[in-house]
């Protein structure tokens, strides 16, 4: 072990890049990639603190895991892993977002009503001694007798080098909220804020209607991003997302691209209401309602004939809208707007959240 002293907050966590495939070979360890928030717990000088991925404290928000990292972890280590809400159904996104709200009172309901998770899957600092200098597969063992007799809300990662079963962890573990595969070099030490893992996730197009369009943050005539539909079985169109992969060549063409298909768009827009409508009056979801995840941005968008459809790649869906922005494929010329419904989506199989953590 390194005779180095326990690291202090704040630490940028080791990121990963994209793959489009698991790499081969004996020097992998590969482990599942959750959908939450992405934390590291330090547990030193008599505290305890909740950073997230940004370096700002999380403490506040989570009393509940507060309090259980307090009273489980030892003095002198510091943790890498994920805050997620679990449910029966799966991960659930939307309510650990919820968790972040500024009035106590209510952040204290919600820690009783949906409690929060850690998902631990390194080790940076362990009786007081720093680690991140050490391989990661060393990293990982330390962390298993680390967390041996953890309960929950404490859990820890499953991990393989066998790439058949992460395969088969990418093609089932979606089913109960995860995001994909997560491949690390054995023999690597701790990098905080590099890109140096690789990530794997599933990737699936959609054909969406362009129903507007933002302008970009340096303002006209560069358009930021598209704002994408889909419609239901009743006929609504409803927001699912937005691509935004241009570079600044292609906003600036977009804008010209697009300037015919703006004259009296709002005329019988789907979404021509969405300003005026009260909050959860609508069974609709449209592009322009603020919230707290909004950070005071720009929300106002430029709406466009319904005519343009696109061809989108996509990971995956968080309740009825693209969880990530979608990536620009191809304009679809062949395609009609009503034949962008969700019935084209691939449904994932639901998945035992509970057998996630016994297949290792």
Known sequence: MNSGTAPRAPILPMLAKTAESLPEGEEFL???????????????????????REGKPLDRYFPDLHEAFAAALPEGCVLDGEIVVATPRGLDFDA????VH?????????????????????????????????????????????LAESASPIRLTPMTTDRALAL???????GAGLDGVIAKWADQPYLPAKRAMLKVKHQRTADCVVAGFRWHKSGPPA????????????????HVGVTSSFDMETRRSLSAELQPLRDNALAGHPWS????????GLHQRMPGARSRWS????????????????EVRYDHLQGDRFRHAAVFLRWRWDKSPGACRYDQLEVTPPYELARVFSEH
């Open 273 to 280: 209401g969405w300003a005026g409508a009260p909050a959860g």
């Open 30 to 52: 590969f482990e599942p990639k959750w959908d939450g928030f992405r934390a590291i717990v330090f547990r030193n000088g008599g505290g305890t603190m909740i950073q997230s």
């Open 168 to 174: 088969r962890w990418l093609r089932h573990f979606e």
């Open 96 to 99: 650990l977002q919820q968790r």
């Open 295 to 310: 950070g005071g941005k720009d929300l106002s968008w430029e709406p466009l004939c319904i005519e343009r459809v696109c």
């Open 102 to 146: 500024p009035a106590a009172s209510r952040v204290a309901r919600l820690a009783a009503e949906t409690p929060a998770s850690f998902v631990a899957f390194d080790l940076l600092a362990l009786e007081g001694r720093e680690l991140m200098t050490r391989p990661q597969a060393e990293r990982r063992l330390l962390l298993e007798a680390l």
């Open 223 to 238: 358009v930021g991003s598209l704002l994408l539909g889909l419609y239901d079985e009743h006929g609504l169109l409803h």
